[in-house]
């Protein structure tokens, strides 16, 4: 699947190289792992594994930027971190604040749906994630930014 979206998306953006290195990221899981000298059932629910030297992506809104992180394993934090911006306002109201005009605007610059089926996803229902990884300057370290130009919603 990957190698198929690469060679799509080579034929639409400016060159660019692939590497080796690929991330990949659960979120949304339950794990067993070891902590605070116990072995316990760990539940990520909008979070993701951010043991040190982990790799993860935590995506912002399909409107904005997206950031590759490595973990710094906090033990405090489970060794997690969150997955995304996260919402800050519920889908209902989102559909009620926000029109499709809102969501053009919004994800101007980016190929999306831009249709009242994804109106409750807007960039606007969602925190900022500069102001979302700011708050977890330890337990994540930036390594890359990457700029949205697909987003595939259901």
């Given at each position: ?16 190289t ?22 316990v ?28 992180v490595r ?8 060794c ?13 109201e ?17 190929v ?13 229902a969602y ?28």
């Open positions: 699947m990957l190698d198929l979206v690469l060679t799509a998306l080579s034929k639409h953006l400016p060159p660019f692939v590497t080796t290195e690929a991330v990949n990221c659960h979120h949304n899981y339950v794990a067993r792992e070891h902590h605070f000298g116990a072995d059932w760990v539940t990520r629910k909008g979070a993701i594994r951010a043991g040190e030297g982990d790799l993860g992506i935590v995506p912002g809104s399909m409107g904005a930027r997206s950031v590759i973990g710094r394993g906090s033990h405090d934090s489970f997690s971190s969150a997955h995304g911006a996260g919402r800050r306002m519920s889908r209902t989102a559909e009620k604040v926000f029109t499709e005009a809102d969501l053009v605007a919004q994800t101007k610059g980016v999306c749906r831009k249709d009242k089926g994804v109106l409750d996803e807007i960039p606007g925190k900022d994630i500069d102001v979302v990884m700011a708050h977890q300057q330890d337990l994540t370290e930036i390594l890359h930014t990457l700029k949205q130009v697909v987003c595939v919603k259901g």
